[in-house]
DNA sequence: CCAAAAGTGTTTAGTCTACACCCATGT
DNA sequence: ACATGGGTGTAGACTAAACACTTTTGG
């Protein structure tokens, strides 16, 4: 039972990553919303070819959080709106290497992926090598990926019923159907528009503004998220000293 | 923004910790129950003297959830009956070296205290500088560890609330009494016989007996955890090929 | 005026909580 | 018998789903 004290070296080929899993909600031929995830395809072995998380090794200078948000910046160019760990994945087998993986999750306005992508176009650094998929219709992809993907609907569907975290993928004004319906993408189900606008407004993490927007029938009231209330919970609210 | 790839080497000195909030409910001098963990007093700086949670070294060989049993059980020679993963906490300054601790936290029945306690008094191999202490009521700790506590005490009552992980600290059989009375002590404070009886008895969770607690009034029943049901969801399962 | 989405009201079923009450046992 | 915790019943409060209904615009 007892064990020899290992020297310090123990963990010496241990190495840390950090991926991301960011989600979005962008429209398809039919401009129906889809809940959508970008990926990177891999460009040598392991998994040569395969489509995989974007992500990368974690800097001996930054914080975890830092380290997500750089890696997911370099790879793909995006910059989250919402940004929450997820889980540390370190089994053994998961890698020819033994690499511990600290998984992050995020959202990206549905404002700012066309903005950002179309911005790299112009300064002529756009991504190579990225792809956005149908969060719900993946390819098979590197390592554990596919069970990390998971793992995050799961989280993040439950996330949507308790909290109002779905205002992270909008713009700053939207109206209750838009909400609504990012909730619907999500959730993969629709839902009572009179019993949604209900639960929002107990909630109060809604301000109307004095703003319609104007379309094909009657106007619909423009909302503005309420920052005063967090969005959700991120986990033990990393230590800001 | 394009930052040239690192080398496979960069994160050559970022080591990988594993660290577990191991919960029990123990009784007081006046048999009352107390919610306790046990803590380590370090022998070594940093933070030499002061109490820390159990914890070591990821070994190269070993998955995360293997280290936390392993370090555990080396540290305070415990053997949890539940186990789940809870942060991976990774701020730069957190440590003077830079260090990741992957956190667990951890149910430990309360028959097992004792037993296991005694068994290494016998054994010779007794763990020094390990003890209890009452959850609520902490001496100041090592690195970043009242945070961790902390969130880790918040986590466990929320997870009380919506699922009856609580059966992680009571013996195999157990009257409904003994399950309040845990409940009530995680979350300090009261909780209906009545009502409290009907939510557990509508959630499936228990297998009456035929077997009664005598006791100094009208005997109670005694119950057996249902083991189709899992405590409660662990994070994603982590893959179990 | 009509279609369609915005927004309001109401009915109902289910759940949660407090608490009254009966039951079974050791003293 | 009686005190005490084990166990059941139930009325009121609160919540959530379903859906009828009114309002406001564009065509």
Redesign the pocket.
């Known amino acids: 039972m007892t064990r020899t004290p290992a020297p310090e070296t123990r963990d010496a080929d241990v190495r840390v990553a950090v991926s991301t899993v960011i989600f979005s909600v962008r429209r398809d031929e039919h401009d129906e919303p889809v809940l959508s995830l970008p990926l990177v395809r891999r460009t040598r072995d392991p998994f040569d070819g395969r489509w995989a998380l974007p992500g990368g090794w974690l800097d001996a200078t930054e914080g975890l959080d830092v380290a997500a948000s750089r890696t997911l910046a370099e790879t793909t160019g995006l910059t989250p709106s919402y940004l929450e760990q997820l889980y540390a994945f370190g089994a053994v087998d998961r890698s020819p290497t033994r690499v511990v993986s600290i998984v992050y999750w995020a959202l990206l306005r549905s404002d700012e992926v066309d903005a950002q992508v179309a911005a790299h176009a112009r300064g002529g650094d756009a991504p190579e090598n990225v792809e956005w998929f149908d969060a719900t219709d993946l390819p098979p992809l590197a390592f554990d990926h596919d069970d990390i993907v998971e793992y995050t609907l799961w989280r993040l569907r439950n996330k949507v019923g308790y909290s109002r975290i779905a205002h992270g993928l909008l713009p700053d004004e939207f ?3 838009d909400l ?1 319906e990012v909730n619907e993408t999500i959730l993969g189900k629709r839902l ?4 949604f ?3 929002v ?2 909630s109060d993490t809604l301000i109307p503004t004095e703003r ?10 423009l909302y503005r998220y309420n920052r005063d209330v967090e969005l959700a919970d991120r986990g033990p609210l990393p230590t800001r000293h």
């Not at 009572?192 to 019993?195: K, T």
């Not at 927007?213 to 009231?221: D, I, K, L, Q, W």
């Open positions: 109206t209750l159907a609504r009572d528009p009179a019993n606008r209900r639960q407004d107990t319609f927007r104007t379309g094909s029938h009657r106007p619909a009231r």
